[in-house]
């Protein structure tokens, strides 16, 4: 199965998503910013960064460019699509996310280890965990608080198109503690904390089998191997 793995002027994180996609089973393809064609992918990953050196606002302009145009089709035709960190930002700048990621409430970057509870398990990248299981991811960002008009966070905790919620401590002020998110149509899930720094055991967060030994971001990753190949 392959997976592409978008990288963008300013991207910081695009080798260690294809390295979880090669450690979950599938083919990471590279795609570049400029193209207008993404290729027989399977699915598509916008990874952590800073694209364009977060200029204008975070993700705004890596939303304009070619490839994002392609990213839009292939979410038409059903491709699932992971945004992550910056990824996450562009999303929701391209439209194909609700809201807005702004500066962090206590205006500082925030790097940690942090727990999420895992609120929708139906989608391609989370069909691997259970509803309400806790899971560790690393996060590290300065623009992560995610914000919304009050209808739309309504809809969203309606219609159970929240992916993923802080648990124990908000890094960043995000509203109603959501982590991420989900498209309405489903394929499409954007979260601020960064699955592909835990990947692996030994250079991941710590878990209860002791110092950086969780994995948790695998299952992103397997999930989406899984859902495309069921």
């Known amino acids: 199965m392959r997976i592409g793995v ?78 992550i960190c910056n990824g996450f930002q562009i999303l929701c700048e391209a439209h194909l996310l609700p809201g807005a990621l ?36 690393p996060l590290k960002n300065g623009e992560g608080c995610f914000q919304a008009d009050a ?16 648990v124990g401590v908000n890094p960043n002020g995000s509203v109603d503690d959501i982590a991420g998110v989900v498209s309405e149509s489903g394929n499409v899930v954007g979260l601020m904390p960064h699955p592909e720094h835990a990947v692996e055991s030994g250079f991941g967060p710590g878990s209860a089998d002791g110092l950086r030994s969780g994995t948790d971001g695998l299952t992103f990753f397997t999930s989406a191997l899984e859902s495309v190949l069921a």
Not at 104 to 127: H, I, M, Y
Not at 151 to 166: H, N, Q, S
Request: net charge negative; aromatic share 8%; charged share 20%.
């Open 151 to 166: 209808e739309t966070v309504a809809r969203l905790e309606g219609e159970g198109r929240v992916a993923f919620r802080y």
């Open 102 to 137: 702004v500066r962090n409430e206590g205006q500082r970057f925030v790097c940690r280890e942090q727990k999420l509870a895992v609120e929708n398990a139906d989608t391609p990248w989370t069909s691997g965990f259970t509803r309400g299981q806790v899971i560790t991811i």
């Open 6 to 83: 978008v990288t963008f002027p300013g991207t910081l994180d695009d080798g260690d998503a294809a390295r979880a996609v090669r450690l979950a089973g599938g083919e990471p393809v590279a795609l570049w910013h400029a193209s207008d064609d993404v290729g027989e992918v399977d699915a598509i990953v916008l990874p952590g960064g800073f694209s364009y050196g977060d200029y204008l606002r975070c993700g705004a302009i890596a939303a304009l460019t070619p490839v994002m145009s392609a990213v839009v089709k292939a979410v038409g035709k059903g491709v699932p699509v992971l945004g």
